[in-house]
């Protein structure tokens, strides 16, 4: 079955730009976690969405960071006026719920500011 | 708050000897621990987890870890090491709360 897409795989930008990355977890899936991995890093928690609850935003860096989930299916992080330490590999995963179970993660957008 | 502390930025093995990727961990509650490794240029892939029963997990590939209550470890295992084992290994921790928190990684090498 299909897993957890994200696009674009790559986006290049100049500094100040605001970017929108997609990720489409796996179907049926309730649970959606944003994470931030930078060069040499271990991942960072961003962001997480549970079916209609409200999302944990609790690791979102500053407030020119922003995600949606719409539909309770895809999601969309919005970064704005981005920054040259914006730079990362910005990783999706989904869960059947936000219980004890694995998470199931795309192949990441690598964001480069310039 | 939880932690997760993978000691060993690197850990070089040769083919067929045994290999160990450190983890230790902090939670309030009972822990959840997981372990993912990610190969080049691919995404993370979930190796094992544990959950609650027996302390010695066994997941992917050949891989098993052991969790130590007391130690508060949970360290991966592989009793012999294959050149595509080559990859980063992740721990990951979590207690009641849905949020896992992730170690910084380990860079496994193994050499033929």
């Known amino acids: 079955g299909a897993g957890v897409s994200q696009s674009p795989s790559n986006k290049v930008t100049e500094k100040g730009k605001d970017v929108e990355l997609r990720c489409d977890p796996i179907?049926?899936?309730?649970?959606l976690y944003w994470y931030r991995q930078s060069l040499g890093q271990g991942l960072e928690f961003l962001i997480y969405?549970?079916?209609?609850?409200?999302?944990?935003k609790s690791g979102l860096p500053s407030d020119r960071f922003s995600a949606e989930r719409t539909g309770g299916s895809v999601s969309t992080l919005t970064i704005q006026r981005t920054q040259q330490e914006d730079s990362a590999v910005y990783l999706c995963?989904?869960?059947?719920?936000?219980?004890?179970?694995?998470?199931?993660f795309g192949p990441g957008t690598r964001l480069t500011v310039l | 708050a939880q932690s997760v502390a993978q000691p060993e930025d690197q850990v070089n093995v040769a083919e067929g000897n045994p290999l160990t990727v450190k983890c230790t961990y902090s939670v309030s509650g009972n822990p959840y621990l997981f372990w993912y490794v990610q190969y080049p240029n691919r995404g993370l892939q979930f190796l094992l987890k544990y959950i609650t029963g027996d302390n010695l997990v066994k997941g992917s590939y050949g891989f098993e870890a052991e969790f130590n209550k007391s130690q508060t470890s949970f360290h991966l295992k592989k009793p012999s090491a294959l050149v595509s084992d080559s990859a980063l290994y992740f721990c990951a921790v979590r207690d009641k709360e849905p949020k896992s928190t992730f170690g910084d990684g380990t860079t496994l090498t193994v050499k033929p």
């Open positions: 995963a989904s869960s059947p719920e936000m219980g004890a179970d694995t998470q199931y």
């Open positions: 969405f549970q079916g209609n609850s409200a999302p944990d």
């Open positions: 179907s049926g899936h309730t649970a």
